[in-house]
């Protein structure tokens, strides 16, 4: 009987959550059931440290699972911003391949950049321009090596920067053309900014060869106006034939001023509606002004087209 109490007198002492009032009394009940039956072979000791045990698991049960599930979690979350630090250090780590260089084909005479006796892209216009989709809209890309190699093999082409990788194009190249061991005709994904870009070429999904080349800032441009010809490209104090291209503005003629970075106009032009064409994409007339533009030296400036204004750039 004095077990007994001293049992009834532990289970008043454990925590309130840990068992309910009825299922104390349960418990307490079989113990003394089984004191009935077993007299002097009862050990309070033992059932104390059962009653222990049994407490442990209810209360574990209990919070130990949301205790686990929240270290997984934090486990998880920790590899993956590691992974994502050590992508971004890799990514600002890059090396990049020797730039490409321009060459001319012994049987054309045509001109081609990158890596004389590998690859290289027919030099249609001098420079790539971020964000325009009109100057890789159409790339003839040259091949040299083993033919057998080459021709009827996937290829891809990939650019990368410090920021992003992006996949320009990909296929099966075709025979060589003009001394070349394969080629293919194109077209790449637009450039989403300027500045430095590797190019790697891969054939049968293994490196061929890779160059770097530098991309421009995109053109100035307005809300219905773009100018169709890097200012980079254009020489100091020499007026430089200039297309501009409008999307909704059907006129005869157009005003367009240099304003230098106080926004004061330096030269007023006057340009002229050349012709329209038909955007493929939409479906709608794109109209081309055509004129004369100059920049007395090297620095930063706006235009106003139509009334319009172009954000800042420079030559």
Same mark, same amino acid.
């Given at each position: 009987?004095?077990? @007994? *109490?001293q049992?009834k007198?532990?289970?008043?002492s454990?925590p309130?959550?840990?068992?309910s009032?009825k299922?104390r009394q349960?418990?307490?009940?079989?113990l003394q059931q089984? #004191?009935?039956y077993?007299?002097?072979s %009862?050990?309070p000791?033992?059932? !104390?440290?059962s009653?222990?045990?049994?407490?442990?698991?209810?209360?574990?049960?209990q919070?130990g /699972?949301?205790f686990?599930q929240?270290l997984a979690?934090?486990?998880?979350s =920790?590899?993956?911003e #590691? #992974?994502?630090?050590?992508k971004a250090e890799?990514s600002? +780590?890059?090396?990049?391949?020797?730039?490409?260089r321009?060459?001319?084909?012994?049987? $054309?005479?045509?001109?081609?950049?990158?890596?004389?006796?590998?690859?290289g892209?027919?030099?249609?216009f001098d420079?790539?321009?971020? &964000? +325009?989709?009109r100057?890789?809209a159409?790339?003839?890309i040259?091949?040299?090596?083993?033919?057998e190699e080459l021709a /009827?093999k996937?290829y &891809?082409?990939e650019?990368?920067?410090?920021?992003?990788?992006?996949?320009?194009? *990909?296929?099966?190249l =075709?025979?060589?053309?003009?001394?070349d +061991?394969?080629?293919?005709?194109?077209? %790449? $994904?637009?450039?989403p900014? *300027?500045?430095?870009?590797?190019? =790697?070429f891969?054939v049968d999904?293994?490196?061929f060869?890779?160059f =770097?080349?530098e991309?421009?800032?995109?053109?100035?441009? @307005?809300?219905?106006?773009?100018l169709?010809?890097?200012?980079k *490209?254009?020489?100091?104090?020499?007026? $430089?034939?200039?297309?501009?291209?409008s999307?909704g503005k +059907?006129?005869?003629k !157009?005003?367009?001023?240099l304003l230098?970075e106080?926004?004061?106009?330096?030269?007023?032009?006057?340009?002229v509606?050349?012709?329209e064409? !038909?955007d493929?994409?939409?479906?709608s007339p794109?109209?081309i002004y055509? /004129?004369k533009?100059?920049f007395?030296?090297?620095g @930063?400036w706006?235009?106003k087209?139509?009334?319009?204004e @172009?954000?800042?750039?420079e030559?």
């Open positions: 009987m004095r077990e @007994t *109490e049992i007198e532990s289970l008043k454990l309130k959550y840990s068992l009032k299922q349960n418990i307490l009940s079989k089984n #004191s009935t077993k007299g002097k %009862f050990k000791a033992v059932a !104390i440290g009653l222990s045990v049994i407490l442990f698991i209810l209360v574990f049960s919070f /699972g949301n686990i929240e979690m934090n486990s998880e =920790s590899e993956m #590691s #992974s994502i630090a050590d890799m600002l +780590d890059m090396e990049y391949a020797a730039e490409g321009t060459f001319t084909l012994p049987d $054309t005479k045509q001109e081609v950049f990158g890596i004389e006796g590998k690859v892209i027919l030099n249609v420079h790539f321009v971020a &964000e +325009d989709p100057r890789v159409k790339l003839m040259f091949f040299w090596g083993n033919p /009827g996937d &891809e082409i650019a990368a920067n410090n920021n992003e990788r992006i996949i320009l194009s *990909e296929g099966i =075709s025979e060589g053309l003009y001394g +061991d394969a080629h293919v005709l194109t077209q %790449f $994904t637009p450039f900014e *300027e500045g430095l870009w590797q190019l =790697s891969y999904g293994q490196l060869d890779k =770097s080349l991309v421009l800032p995109p053109f100035p441009k @307005t809300e219905n106006y773009t169709e010809k890097s200012p *490209e254009m020489d100091i104090r020499k007026e $430089t034939d200039m297309t501009i291209e999307s +059907d006129k005869k !157009i005003g367009v001023q230098n106080d926004g004061k106009t330096v030269s007023e032009h006057t340009f509606q050349e012709t064409h !038909i493929a994409s939409t479906n794109i109209y055509g /004129g533009l100059s007395p030296e090297k @930063t706006k235009l087209i139509d009334g319009e @172009t954000g800042s750039f030559n």
